[in-house]
């Protein structure tokens, strides 16, 4: 399974951006799909996740503020940050657990930076 992530870049505090990632790769059935980030330096963090049944839970910092959605026709995994705050920059990194081949795994997509200034 292959993950792409896109959607990152350069924001004012206050801005908006839209990530998605896109799984691909074979036949596969996916379960959990969360989003993380790590700032530089820091470890990597989990901002939000979202079940198989549409069930979602975000890092305190990100509620209300970021959204997390998916597309299960399309395999792909959105999330919604509105109201950025420079502490929001990091590279922001998709995790999909899937079951492929009778087998549960965990995929990661490339990352891709958000940068919010000030």
């Known amino acids: 399974v292959q993950l792409q992530a896109c959607g990152g870049g350069l924001v004012q505090a206050g801005g908006s951006l839209r990530l998605s990632c896109a799984a691909s790769?074979?036949?596969?059935?996916?379960?959990?799909m969360s989003w993380y980030r790590q700032a530089s330096g820091q470890q990597r963090d989990l901002v939000a996740t979202i079940t198989s049944g549409g069930s979602t839970n975000y890092a305190d910092s990100v509620k209300g503020r970021f959204t997390i959605s998916r597309d299960n026709a399309k395999n792909t995994v959105y999330l919604q940050m509105n109201s950025l705050k420079p502490e929001d920059s990091a590279v922001y990194y998709c995790?999909?657990?899937?079951?492929?081949?009778?087998?549960?795994?965990?995929?990661w997509g490339q990352g891709t930076q958000v940068t919010v200034s000030s």
């Open positions: 790769g074979g036949s596969f059935s996916i379960n959990m």
């Open positions: 995790r999909l657990v899937a079951l492929r081949s009778g087998l549960s795994g965990v995929y």
